[in-house]
T-cell receptor
Framework: GESVGLHLPTLSVQEGDNSIINCAYS??????FIWYKQESGKGPQFIID?????DKRQGQRVTVLLNKTVKHLSLQIAATQPGDSAVYFC????????????FGKGTMLLVSP | DSGVTQTPKHLITATGQRVTLRCSPR?????VYWYQQSLDQGLQFLIQ???????AKGNILERFSAQQFPDLHSELNLSSLELGDSALYFC???????????????FGPGTRLTVL
């Protein structure tokens, strides 16, 4: 598959562990945030999103936490599986007419069986 | 499978040449976005079209242009290619502006451009 980056921060976990991937976003005015997963050779895939009027949102095995005070976003993956191995990107946006997504650099998650 | 298709999957060309990348959005999506992903710059937004009209512009070089056709497919034209243009180019689509769980951006599989 295609490599998306050679110098990404990497998180290595064991299957079954909980994973936490962190992201510092840049614009204090951003009010919409998304986590994407990118597997080797594929395009980014939507995982979960959160608006700035919330500080936590849960999905299936995933939770996103937002701390606007320190401009920090995290993605928690419960009971991590080998299929979760991928690069994870956070993205931020303003909820205004012409705003688009700004992606972070990404974190590579490696899950060992 | 996101429903967004991109062709070609791979493209190898020489410096100075011009290429066209093609994207078909998901059925019903009116917005198309183009992104460039390189090893040193990450995923960079280039341009967005909504229902045929340019809506937002990012870090797109003047040598690059795009358009969205009446059938909503889009093409990204890259000209006077340089070695540094080698990257993955992704197209994404959304119903409207891609800022809600019910209106997220869906990405295609990408086109790998190699400029020699």
């Amino acid at each position: 598959g295609e490599s998306v980056g050679l110098h990404l921060p990497t998180l290595s976990v064991q299957e079954g562990d909980n994973s936490i991937i962190n992201c510092a976003y840049s614009n204090s005015a951003s009010d919409y945030f998304i986590w994407y997963k990118q597997e080797s050779g594929k395009g980014p895939q939507f995982i979960i999103d959160i608006r700035s009027n919330m500080d936590k949102r849960q999905g299936q095995r995933v939770t996103v936490l937002l701390n606007k005070t320190v401009k920090h976003l995290s993605l928690q993956i419960a009971a991590t599986q080998p299929g979760d191995s991928a690069v994870y990107f956070c993205a931020e946006s303003l909820n205004s007419g012409y705003s688009t997504l700004t992606f972070g650099k990404g974190t590579m998650l490696l899950v060992s069986p | 499978d996101s429903g967004v298709t991109q062709t070609p999957k791979h493209l190898i060309t020489a410096t100075g040449q011009r290429v066209t990348l093609r994207c078909s959005p998901r059925s019903g999506d009116l917005s198309v976005y183009w992104y460039q992903q390189s090893l040193d710059q990450g995923l960079q937004f280039l341009i967005q079209y909504y229902n045929g009209e340019e809506r937002a512009k990012g870090n797109i070089l003047e040598r690059f242009s795009a358009q969205q056709f009446p059938d909503l497919h889009s093409e990204l034209n890259l000209s006077s290619l340089e070695l540094g243009d080698s990257a993955l180019y992704f197209c994404a689509s959304s119903v409207e502006f891609g800022r809600a769980s019910t209106d997220t951006q869906y990405f295609g599989p990408g086109t790998r451009l190699t400029v020699l």
